[in-house]
T-cell receptor
Framework: KAGVTQTPRYLIKTRGQQVTLSCSPISGHRSVSWYQQTPGQGLQFLFEYFSETQRNKGNFPGRFSGRQFSNSRSEMNVSTLELGDSALYLC?????????FGAGTRLSVL | AQKVTQAQTEISVVEKEDVTLDCVYETRDTTYYLFWYKQPPSGELVFLIRRNSFDEQNEISGRYSWNFQKSTSSFNFTITASQVVDSAVYFCALNYGGSQGNLIFGKGTKLSVKP
């Protein structure tokens, strides 16, 4: 069974731009969660989608948004990028309580 | 408030030494789940173990063992006879109640195992 796939693996953007990251969950998993990892703040929960609906949301500004499609694939979007958005963005899919993580997308904002 | 504390930021050991990674959690929920994940330099988080709040049995898996104590709100992880391949960042995480998709992570402990 294929694991969680995140694309792209690396991104370089400039301040003010927007970016879209993609996550394909493990087949059969309907829940997808997103996390931001930075050296200063560690791993922080962004949001969770289940059956195309946002089920939980972390404490991030509205510039961070997401969606989930009928095939459970998910995208997250960050608008008006700031330098502080530079991070590793991890996606996880789950069946029950155990989450399976992708390799992440490393975003650099210049 | 829900919180996970990993007080050890970095640990360095020599191969074959035993090492224990500490994890202390806070939650008001009676039903919760605790996890350990390993993050190698590649970045992907690798699942190691899950424990629910009703199961205080310790667990051993090869060189890895976990000690869950509700009385001290701790879920410590021990690697016996450490190897260079164990070098990674280890995260303890908490999932509680109805918030199924939300893992609360500790800051992680970076383990370096030297040959």
């Amino acid at each position: 069974k294929a694991g969680v796939t995140q694309t792209p693996r690396y991104l370089i953007k400039t301040r003010g731009q927007q970016v879209t990251l993609s996550c394909s969950p493990i087949s059969g998993h309907r829940s997808v969660s997103w996390y931001q990892q930075t050296p200063g703040q560690g791993l922080q929960f962004l949001f969770e989608y289940f059956s195309e609906t946002q089920r939980n949301k972390g404490n991030f500004p509205g510039r961070f948004s997401g969606r989930q499609f009928s095939n459970s694939r998910s995208e997250m979007n960050v608008s008006t990028l700031e330098l502080g958005d530079s991070a590793l963005y991890l996606c996880a899919s789950s069946l029950g309580r155990r989450q399976y993580f992708g390799a992440g997308t490393r975003l650099s904002v210049l | 408030a829900q919180k996970v504390t990993q007080a050890q930021t970095e640990i360095s050991v020599v191969e074959k030494e035993d090492v224990t990674l500490d994890c202390v959690y806070e939650t008001r929920d009676t039903t919760y789940y605790l996890f350990w994940y390993k993050q190698p330099p590649s970045g992907e988080l690798v699942f190691l173990i899950r424990r629910n709040s009703f199961d205080e049995q310790n667990e051993i898996s090869g060189r890895y063992s976990w000690n869950f104590q509700k009385s001290t709100s701790s879920f410590n992880f021990t690697i016996t006879a450490s190897q260079v391949v164990d070098s990674a960042v280890y995260f303890c995480a908490l999932n509680y109640g109805g918030s199924q998709g939300n893992l609360i992570f500790g800051k992680g402990t970076k383990l370096s195992v030297k040959p």
